[in-house]
């Protein structure tokens, strides 16, 4: 493990009381964290994220061996691990490659922690059924799969108000003015199999009237605070090297987008997420909490 001051600025360390009053420097732990799948790898990372946001000024440095499914492949990894020191994660499946991985951190002198057994071992105790052994499993080319594809293709049709004409077909639909994270939040609702298309509301243009015949579809409004907003175009304009003052960043006119985009909500009775605060991952969530309360009926998927 390497500690690190988190800022070399002297006067981020300055003291409320002026000059000659210094506050500590604050620093940061960064630590190496292996992590050894015979999958994809993704449920491992997600959990090693989890897990390290819960301190406060620890910095992971990740390093992911995916589809590791031979000897000849744990032993490569094995190596990348003694040459950088830290923890081991992995879920791996197969009792041959987890012992001689189990085999080689005791060796290292570094744990090695077998991400997923306490939650299976607490399921199977619970459901009496065997555990499987099969590499992967969650990555079968099931039906779901094949519903999470049909959802990204749906996204991807009838997103920004495209495809309008069969509307009736979303499972939800987000209505927000520009830069709401509207298509993003689709796109990670598509993961998990929900159908999902988006209306932007643009200023002097009505919505399609589709929008309000719909009878058996959950709609979903997003809001946000109008500096946020402004902050967020003004970076998007920028991307685009676009400089020019116009009322997509102005004060004024964007607030009045936003109480336009509230009473339209309101008017029409549709349920409203403020995404201010939220990362889109937590928009997604609290449409799908409105999808499973009743409002929709839809099947949500796991990640």
């Not at 500096?227 to 400089?243: G, H, P, T, V």
Request: hydrophobic share 40%.
């Amino acid at each position: 493990m390497v500690k690190q001051p988190l800022t070399d600025d002297p006067q981020e360390s300055q003291g409320a009381g002026g000059e000659g009053e210094r506050l500590p420097p604050r620093f940061a732990t960064y630590f190496h964290i292996h992590l050894v799948s015979d999958s994809t790898g993704e449920t491992l990372n997600a959990m090693a994220r989890a897990v390290c946001a819960r301190f406060t000024d620890i910095l992971p440095i990740e390093h992911i061996y995916a589809l590791v499914r031979s000897t000849r492949q744990l032993d490569r990894a094995l190596e990348e691990i003694a040459g950088a020191p830290g923890v081991v994660m992995h879920t791996i499946v197969d009792p041959g490659l987890r012992a001689a991985l189990e085999e080689g951190c005791r060796k290292l002198e570094m744990p090695c922690i077998a991400a997923l057994d306490p939650v299976v071992s607490a399921m199977s105790r619970y459901l009496g059924a065997r555990i499987s052994t099969r590499v992967g499993a969650q990555h079968a080319l099931t039906n779901d799969y094949f519903d999470r594809i049909e959802a990204l293709d749906y996204a991807i049709a009838h997103d920004d108000g495209q495809g309008g004409q069969d509307l009736t077909q979303a499972d939800v639909i987000l209505v927000g003015v520009s830069r709401t994270s509207k298509t993003p939040t689709c796109i990670y609702l598509a993961h998990r199999g929900v159908r999902a298309a988006n209306v932007p509301l643009v200023p002097g243009r009505p919505p399609p009237q589709d929008l309000f015949e719909l009878k058996n579809t959950l709609i979903v409004g997003l809001i946000t605070s109008p500096d946020r907003l402004i902050q967020i175009r003004r970076n998007r304009l920028l991307s685009l090297k676009e400089n020019r003052e116009s009322d997509y960043v102005d004060a004024d006119a964007v607030r009045q987008e936003i109480i336009a985009a509230r009473r339209l909500f309101e008017r029409q009775g549709w349920p409203v997420i403020d995404i201010t605060r939220r990362s889109v991952e937590e928009t997604a969530a609290a449409v799908i909490n409105l999808l499973s309360g009743g409002r929709g009926k839809v099947e949500v998927l796991g990640a």
